[in-house]
T-cell receptor, first 111, second 115 residues
């Protein structure tokens, strides 16, 4: 059974700082891994999807990497802004063809 | 357009009521999903429809009944719910099921309260 761990559970940084969110998963037999953000009480917004054959994916100030063999993914956010404050969830999709979510990292960017 | 819409946004129902949640997408996606999310927890998969057929039921109680009338529409019929069923219900869709490029797009959710 896939288990997903996200570290840290919460992170508070000043505006402008670069930061890294970590995600680890136990079953490396995955098709892809998605990163999402969720604002309080809202739905999920897809940020990046990395296919199992890819090492990284970039979108604007976001860069996600994937090391499938070691069961790790990181989300790098450059030049953080207060609008980046949200909970960030990673979710690998594996042999069961289901997304399995981590508990998330709650990010607060202080002006 | 990567929009998934859900109605209603909020729903309060009694334990004897029957209600339905609706989800719609016009992206031509052929897989649609229902998730349940309790406060401060990650989403949990409930059902998956692939090409309008139910392909995954995560042992969800029968008081939740999904329906996929066509490729754009997904319903969740609710009957005799319990207060512990109160949660945010999220719908998602993706272009291809069982493929590596299976990016899921989520709707804003329906906040359900069972009294």
């Amino acid at each position: 059974k896939q288990e997903v761990t996200q570290i840290p559970a919460a992170l508070s940084v000043p505006e402008g700082e670069n930061l890294v969110l970590n995600c680890s998963f136990t079953d490396s037999a995955i098709y892809n891994l998605q990163w999402f953000r969720q604002d309080p009480g809202k739905g999920l917004t897809s940020l990046l999807l990395i296919q199992s054959s890819q090492r990284e994916q970039t979108s604007g100030r976001l860069n996600a990497s994937l090391d499938k063999s070691s069961g790790r993914s990181t989300l790098y956010i450059a030049a953080s802004q207060p609008g980046d404050s949200a909970t960030y969830l990673c979710a690998p999709e594996g042999g069961s063809e289901k997304l399995v979510f981590g508990k998330g990292t709650k990010l607060t960017v202080n002006p | 357009d990567t929009e998934v819409t859900q109605t209603p946004k909020h729903l309060v129902m009694g334990m004897t009521n029957k209600k339905s949640l609706k989800c719609e997408q016009h992206m031509g996606h052929r897989a649609m999903y229902w998730y349940k999310q309790k406060a401060k927890k990650p989403p949990e998969l409930m059902f998956v429809y692939s090409y309008e057929k139910l392909s995954i039921n995560e042992s969800v109680p029968s008081r939740f009944s999904p329906e996929c009338p066509n490729s754009s529409l997904l319903n969740l019929h609710l009957h005799a719910l319990q207060p512990e069923d109160s949660a945010l219900y999220l719908c998602a869709s993706s272009q291809f099921y069982l493929r590596a490029r299976n990016e899921q797009y989520f709707g804003p959710g329906t906040r359900l309260t069972v009294t």
